[in-house]
């Protein structure tokens, strides 16, 4: 059949890589044993989250958690709060769940899929109080500033998916990428500018250090951290 349907795709780019990684027998276990209670599946339908959580409380969401230390520490801290990680790194998910069964909470579940067709598709719209971004993968080559998570359309989705009044937390270690972000949210009307910090490791804005802060200071790069509010 000819047509317009016809046309090949254009593919989408991607903003990260998917590393499957080796996992270690603690953290296969992990999955095996742990991942039915915590994890989601993801689903072209939007979430519950009243269903999910077994309750209802505001809904933070973090893209890219790593390896999940400081998002457990976060969901401990704050048990009435329900917490969501994104996450396609499956070494780092087992170490997740490995922490939110030594923290012994219940306020947190998992997803292995990209955050961007999540938050077009499972996340309902107005149901986050908060997203956080914590070092995303800089693509410091200007070839691939593409590749950057932080562009107009992750800015729409973030602001479909938050409340009005809730916050978009970034931080990176890379100027360059904090100059594109700067950028890119000056021209982003759905966000005003509510914090912003620029530091060694040391005034963290409302989060725990990270896995990647902590590199990038060995490295000797400053720390950017942004609070945004959804209009």
Known sequence: M?????????RTIRSFVRRSGRLTESQQ?????LWPRFGLEYSPETMDFESVFGRDAPVTLEIGFGNGDSLVRMAAANPERNYLGIEVHEPGIGHCLIGIREAGIGNLRLINHDAIEVLEQQIPPGSLDRINLY????????RHHKRRIVQPR?????????IPGGTLQIATDW??????IDGTLDEAASFALGER????????????????ERRGLTRGHRIHDWCFVRN
Do not use: I, M
């Not at 490791?201 to 250090?209: F, K, N, S």
């Open 29 to 33: 276990r992990a999955l095996d044993e």
């Open 2 to 10: 000819n047509g317009a349907d016809d046309k090949p795709r254009k």
């Open 154 to 162: 992750f800015l729409d989705l973030c602001a479909k998916a938050l």
């Open 135 to 142: 070092f995303p993968d800089p693509w410091p080559k200007k």
């Open 197 to 212: 910090r620029v530091h060694d490791g040391d005034q963290p804005l409302d989060r725990p250090q990270t896995k990647f």
């Open 175 to 180: 100027d360059n990428y904090a100059e594109h």
